[in-house]
């Protein structure tokens, strides 16, 4: 796992084909290593996107594909995978001398090399923390992009947070069902515990406070410690004591087993993207 010092990266002029959350998030990181509006191009259709670009970054984002993209020497895709290829079609002509990086979940580098007449091709799997430098990102490069490529893309990625490079494309999708959609679990949980809590008598906004504690310490104390997960919850775990009916509890309803089966579903929901929408 990697994170990069981005201070000294002199970014080129970047492009975005859109403007929405994980796009906001890569500008959002780029704006803190104090790279210039100016050197960041956004097509994006969307009019309240646009007008919250304007007043978050100070980027004037285009509605449609024009020949400033040509000046881009990276394009970042941060489209739907239903978008994807009618996204790409305007914006083809102008940027098959750009690097391309892909946020997209499940479309191939093959797909995306087909729709944009370049292999040159990166594909990524960040998440939303990314948006308060906390991002966790998976990296696949095809062989048509060389170390220098790598090198920006880890400046860019790197200012928001963590990445780590994968050799095989198909462990994008596990990343995918990890990382990518893993704050969306991690929500889930949240919401649960705290409105146990308030079954409980706490206080909505006690309850969440703790919640959210507890879920940043415990990351935190795994992140630091040289033990697993599985040896610092048996130091919670007293035999016989509070956490052990609870877990006890989750493990005859076999939670683990289920949850490990909701992330089979969300990998295989990313091989059906491609499938879908990757023609
Ligand atoms: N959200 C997440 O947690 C993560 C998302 N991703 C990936 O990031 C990508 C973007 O997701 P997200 O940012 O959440 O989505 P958003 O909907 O927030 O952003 C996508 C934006 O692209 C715009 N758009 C649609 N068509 C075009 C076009 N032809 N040209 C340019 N822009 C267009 C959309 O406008 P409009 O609304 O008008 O369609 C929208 O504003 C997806 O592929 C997703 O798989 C990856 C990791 C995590
Ligand atoms: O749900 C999705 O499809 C995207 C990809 C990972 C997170 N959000």
Not at 83 to 88: H, I, N, P, Y
Not at 146 to 152: H, I, P, S, T
Not at 166 to 190: C, I, N, Q, R
Request: hydrophobic share 45%; charged share 20%.
């Amino acid at each position: 796992m990697s994170q990069t010092n981005t201070s000294q990266t002199a970014f080129p002029p970047i492009a975005f084909i859109g403007g929405g959350n994980m796009a906001s998030a890569i500008m959002g990181g780029l704006i803190r290593q104090c790279v210039p509006a100016s050197n960041i191009t956004v097509i994006e259709p969307f009019e309240a996107a646009r007008t919250a670009l304007k007043t978050n970054f100070g980027i004037d984002a285009l509605p449609a594909a024009t020949d400033a993209l040509q000046n881009a020497q990276l394009v970042v895709w941060a489209v739907k995978p239903q978008s994807f290829k009618e996204a790409a079609a305007p914006v083809a002509a102008y940027t098959r001398h750009a690097l391309h990086l892909s946020v997209a979940a499940g479309i191939t580098t093959d797909s995306v090399a087909g729709w944009t007449g370049t292999g040159r091709i990166v594909r990524a799997m960040p998440n939303t923390p990314a948006l308060v430098g906390k991002g966790m990102t998976g990296l696949f490069a095809r062989p048509e992009v060389d170390a220098a490529g790598k090198a920006l893309i880890e400046a860019l990625i790197g200012s928001t947070g963590e990445f780590t490079w994968v050799d095989k494309e198909e462990h994008l999708d596990a990343v995918t069902a990890l990382s990518g959609s893993g704050p969306a679990y991690v929500f889930l949980f949240l919401e649960a515990m705290t409105q146990a809590g308030v079954d409980m008598g706490l206080s909505e906004a006690q309850s969440y406070k703790l919640a959210v504690a507890t879920f940043a310490g415990g990351s935190d104390l795994a992140a630091r410690s040289s033990e697993s997960a599985e040896v610092l919850r048996q130091r919670v775990t007293s035999k016989g004591g509070t956490t052990y009916a609870a877990i006890t509890h989750m493990q005859e309803q076999k939670l683990p087993e289920h949850f490990i089966e909701a992330m089979r579903k969300a990998e295989k929901r990313a091989k059906e993207l491609a499938e879908e929408f990757g023609k």
